[in-house]
């Protein structure tokens, strides 16, 4: 069956450093994945979408790769400060299938301390 | 200002009530979907809607009924056969031809 891994332990980071998420999935051919952000209480941002063809994107501090061959993506906060503390989703998907819904796993929380 | 409102953020009902959940958004997106989130897990979908008059069963569809009467409008009936309502409930819209998905602030059902 289909499963999207991200770690469930919360991520704690100093300011100023570097925060790394990962996202696992396996029995999926994902033709891009995204990543959103989600604070608690609240309806899930979104942040960048990394297509199959793409091994990086960048937007301002943050950094998504792609790892088809690993299954893998790695979402990269540079620069971190306590306003990025927030529960970070991935969800890969696969437009053949003809269902545009996303597929979410259950997020990483990540929580950058002064 | 364009979005997704979703009404009411707190909702209380008794076992064994129906009860619908407001959503609606004028981005003038075509898609519209409900996820349901429970404390420490991803958002799992329920329902999902490509356009007006049409939609199709999610993930996790029973107990619950929608409709799209309207574009910008996508209520969800919980109905009392649902086993387990309580949860945080989150509707979203895309527009055609993107990937994004557009969430509102949700609403946290307490079925008492």
């Known amino acids: 069956s289909q499963k999207i891994e991200q770690n469930s332990e919360a991520l704690n980071i100093q300011e100023g450093k570097t925060a790394t998420l990962t996202c696992n999935y396996t029995?999926?051919?994902?033709?891009?994945l995204q990543w959103y952000r989600q604070d608690p209480g609240r309806g899930p941002v979104f942040l960048l979408l990394i297509r199959e063809n793409e091994k990086e994107k960048r937007k301002e501090r943050l950094k998504v790769t792609f790892d088809t061959t690993l299954k893998q993506s790695l979402f990269h906060i540079t620069a971190s400060q306590p306003a990025d503390s927030a529960t970070y989703l991935c969800a890969p998907h696969e437009p053949d299938t003809g269902r545009r819904a996303l597929t979410f796993g259950s997020g990483t929380r990540l929580q950058v301390q002064p | 200002d364009g979005g997704i409102t979703q009404s009411p953020k707190y909702l209380f009902r008794k076992e064994g009530q129906n009860v619908t959940l407001s959503c609606e958004q004028n981005?003038?997106?075509?898609?519209m979907y409900w996820y349901r989130q429970d404390p420490g897990q991803g958002l799992r979908l329920i329902y999902y809607s490509q356009i007006v008059n049409d939609f199709q069963k999610g993930d996790i569809a029973e107990g619950y009924s929608v409709s799209r009467e309207k574009k910008e409008s996508f209520p969800l009936t919980v109905t009392s056969a649902q086993k387990n309502p309580t949860a945080f409930y989150l509707c979203a819209s895309t527009m055609t031809g993107s990937n994004e998905q557009f969430f509102g602030p949700g609403t946290r059902l307490t079925v008492l």
């Open positions: 981005l003038n997106h075509d898609a």
């Open positions: 029995n999926y051919s994902p033709a891009y």
